[in-house]
């Protein structure tokens, strides 16, 4: 007599990430969670925003914006435009199988040439030193008495030090020195260290004339201003950004021209969905919006709730070996990008 065990529905069974459950069930959203069940029950499938939308009754937005929960969330990868599962963290070190496999040696990495460090910035000139320098050139003499007007207050003699080292060693002519310097008072930034930083930023950009400086100055100052007012929409007033912010306000505002509803409805979708406030998701969001042509709050809307038409792709289409490029690259540039 055999005996066979009926498994039942259990025949067939897919693997689903301990993380899923570990960290993102209490988070994720219902759409989020059909999505990656969808997706690695048909891993190395073709699968387009339509067809899952149309399998699982969501709209397009709505499935891209879960494609991309999980990407942030590191449980999916882009790699060169291809979208995979992501490797998982390792908390010790793997064991080695015992069995050895050969295989051909390294090649030897080739050797970089290292670029030729910069010598210590030379020490600061003694009172002596710069008062000597300074009445042996009318150019710095007439800097150091702008730069006096500008503090407001008598420029010490260690300012002036670092000042000359800036015109000397870092090459800034007098002119835009004493522009970076009114720059820097009128955002409230007075001390030399910040002037000293700014000034040898400058001189590593090569912004070493009058039309450069003001060029860097207005660019600046149109960074400050968004970063103002998105700050504001969002309620952050009490901190300067990022690098990285900084560029992302300013491509809202300067480049894209989006006006406060439009980057608010963003930043509203984003806070609904994860509870948090992801500069990143924001923007892509608003870089969506910007390839469509959708500029209106009302538009923004529409869109997220359009259903797709159409059928779920065949079950027996035929599997690859990794998820399509191509589909997920329309994907992720069409979709909002999650945040965790």
Same mark, same amino acid.
């Given at each position: 007599?055999?005996?066979?065990?009926?498994?039942?529905?259990?025949?067939?069974?897919?693997?689903? $990430? *301990?993380? /899923?459950?570990? &960290?993102?069930?209490?988070?994720?959203?219902?759409?989020?969670?059909?999505?990656?069940?969808?997706?690695?029950?048909?891993?190395?499938?073709?699968?387009?925003?339509?067809a899952i939308g149309a399998a699982l009754g969501l709209s397009r937005a709505d499935v891209c914006d879960a494609m991309q929960y999980w990407i942030e969330a590191g449980l999916i990868r882009e790699s060169g435009g291809e979208l995979m599962p992501a490797a998982p963290e390792r908390e010790n070190a793997a064991v080695q199988p015992d069995r050895k496999t050969e295989t051909a040696p390294a090649p030897a990495p080739a050797?970089?040439?290292?670029?030729?460090?910069?010598?210590?910035?030379?020490?600061?000139?003694? $009172? *002596?030193? /710069?008062?000597? &320098?300074?009445?042996?050139?009318?150019?710095?003499?007439?800097?150091?008495?702008?730069?006096?007007s500008i503090f407001a207050r008598p420029v010490s003699t260690p300012e002036m030090g670092a000042l000359l080292?800036?015109?000397?060693?870092?090459?800034?002519?007098a002119d835009v020195i004493v522009m970076l310097v009114q720059y820097a008072v009128s955002i409230g930034k007075s001390n030399m260290a910040y002037i000293e930083k700014m000034a040898i930023s400058w001189a590593s950009d090569g912004i070493d004339t009058h039309e450069k400086a003001e060029?860097?100055?207005?660019?600046?100052d149109e960074r400050r201003k968004a970063w103002n007012r998105v700050s504001r929409l969002f309620g952050i007033e009490k901190r300067p950004p990022s690098a990285a912010e900084s560029e992302a306000v300013s491509r809202w505002i300067n480049l894209w021209q989006f006006?406060?509803?439009?980057?608010?409805?963003?930043?509203?979708?984003?806070v609904d969905s994860t509870g948090k406030v992801r500069f990143s998701y924001i923007n892509k969001i608003l870089e969506r919006w910007n390839a469509q042509g959708v500029r209106t709050p009302e538009e923004a809307r529409k869109e997220k709730n359009e259903k797709p038409s159409g059928k779920p792709a065949a079950a027996d289409s035929k599997r690859k070996t990794s998820y399509d490029i191509n589909e997920f690259e329309k994907m992720a540039l069409n979709g909002d990008l999650m945040m965790k």
């Open positions: 007599m055999k005996y066979e065990l009926e498994l039942g529905a259990w025949n067939q069974v897919f693997a689903v $990430p *301990a993380a /899923v459950v570990d &960290r993102h069930l209490k988070m994720a959203g219902s759409a989020q969670l059909k999505v990656l069940l969808w997706l690695l029950r048909r891993a190395g499938q073709e699968n387009d925003p339509e050797k970089e040439e290292k670029a030729p460090r910069r010598p210590v910035r030379p020490r600061l000139l003694d $009172p *002596a030193e /710069v008062a000597a &320098r300074i009445n042996s050139d009318e150019e710095l003499r007439c800097m150091m008495d702008a730069v006096q080292n800036l015109h000397d060693w870092d090459g800034l002519p060029r860097k100055i207005c660019e600046l006006e406060d509803d439009m980057i608010r409805e963003a930043y509203d979708r984003c």
